[in-house]
């Protein structure tokens, strides 16, 4: 006896599922996805900045912001992956103050810092804030997408121009910290600068496997394992600054 006769004789046709719908207070984005904050007062840059990241498999952006302000309330929010920030925004507080912010609003949110300021002085700043990454906006066609997924990873990026100047600027009078080797100063200083094992390896000469080990004695002497970390490290001992 097929469906219909079975309506008919009851007189009714049967109830047919009711769907249920929520309602969405936020994005819900696979684990995957990198999800981006983008913050900037000038909305021209917000729409072409989001065209070329929104155009990249894997990137959401989830929230736009004009003031800095703006833009911590969306990173308590959103709790993005990624925070790119304008060095430039009004707000009570500025840009370079509000990145030690963001942590304490979203401890998973890392910050891309966007500018104009190629002064090496500003990238330092930005670093010992707790960014991860510092992009010109001059280089932004071809730097931002990578940067923004190596910052994701919890790597760094810094524009290769501003690291070629951190990277020339004369270690502190005191010598190497914590028992460290010149070597190991010197392959914690390109780690801190944004560059894999293997550029690494490449730029003095040395095996992976010796960076590796290298690598693995340094976060042993100092206690540290995470490249953020290390980061912050070489940024407070001055192995990395302003030329």
């Known amino acids: 006896m097929d469906t219909d006769r079975m309506r008919v004789r ?50 959401e952006v989830v929230a736009e912001a004009g003031d800095v302000d703006s833009a911590l309330r969306s990173v308590l929010g959103y709790k993005p992956s990624v925070l790119l920030l304008d060095l430039d925004m009004p707000g009570e507080r500025s840009s370079l103050d509000a990145i030690p912010a963001v942590a304490d609003v979203s401890s998973t949110t890392r910050v891309v810092v966007l500018t104009m300021h190629a002064d090496p002085e500003f990238a330092r700043q930005a670093l010992r804030g707790g960014a991860l990454g510092y992009v010109l906006k001059e280089a932004a066609d071809s730097e931002l997408v990578e940067a923004v997924r190596r910052v994701a990873a919890g790597e760094t990026y810094l524009n290769p121009r501003l690291g070629a100047a951190l990277a020339t600027a004369p270690l502190t009078p005191s010598g190497t910290p914590d028992d460290l080797t010149e070597r190991e100063v010197e392959v914690l200083r390109l780690i801190a600068l944004g560059h894999t094992n293997t550029e690494i390896a490449g730029q003095l000469y040395l095996s992976v496997r010796t960076v590796e080990s290298h690598r693995a004695r340094i976060q042993q002497k100092l206690g540290r394992s995470s490249r953020a970390e290390l980061v912050r490290y070489a940024l407070e001992h001055g192995l990395v600054g302003e030329r």
């Open 10 to 59: 009851s007189g009714r046709a049967s109830p047919l599922p009711r769907l249920v719908t929520t309602a969405s207070h936020g994005p819900m984005s696979d684990e995957n996805t990198v999800t981006i904050v983008l913050a900037d007062d000038h909305a021209v840059v917000r729409s072409g900045l989001r065209l070329v990241l929104d155009a990249e498999p894997g990137f």
